[in-house]
């Protein structure tokens, strides 16, 4: 059974930074490539950015200079480091297995179950 469990949000005032961890279990971690996705209210679902097995990352334009997506494979674990945050970037935050599929095609437990991060201005 997969899971996937987020940590790291909370409130931080504009121009600062969070750490977003993502812990997995259930699945062989290195063959897999992994995934954040946002959620703002009133907004759709959007992948923020992806890591492949080999460590390749893309990004989308909103965060490209100041969002960073890593992996340790030895911890099962998937990271996102945000910097220079701003208040647009206020939203729930999902750690999820095999992004860049149609959103609507993403089984639900490949999906963490979000954590809240607060951009103040």
């Known amino acids: 059974q997969v899971q996937l469990v987020e940590s790291g949000g909370g409130l931080v005032q504009t121009g600062g930074s969070l750490r977003l961890s993502c812990a997995a279990s259930?699945?062989?971690?290195?063959?897999?490539?992994m995934g954040w996705y946002r959620q703002a209210p009133g907004k759709q679902r959007e992948l923020v950015a992806g890591?492949?097995?080999?460590?390749?990352?893309n990004y989308a334009d909103s965060v490209k200079g100041r969002f960073t997506i890593s992996r340790d494979n030895g911890k099962n674990t998937v990271y996102l480091q945000m910097n220079s945050l701003k208040p647009e970037d206020t939203a729930v935050y999902y750690c999820v297995l095999g992004p860049g599929r149609p959103i609507a095609t993403i089984p639900n437990d490949h999906w963490g179950r979000g954590t809240q991060v607060t951009v103040s201005s």
């Open positions: 890591i492949t097995p080999e460590g390749y990352t």
């Open positions: 259930g699945i062989i971690f290195p063959f897999n490539a």
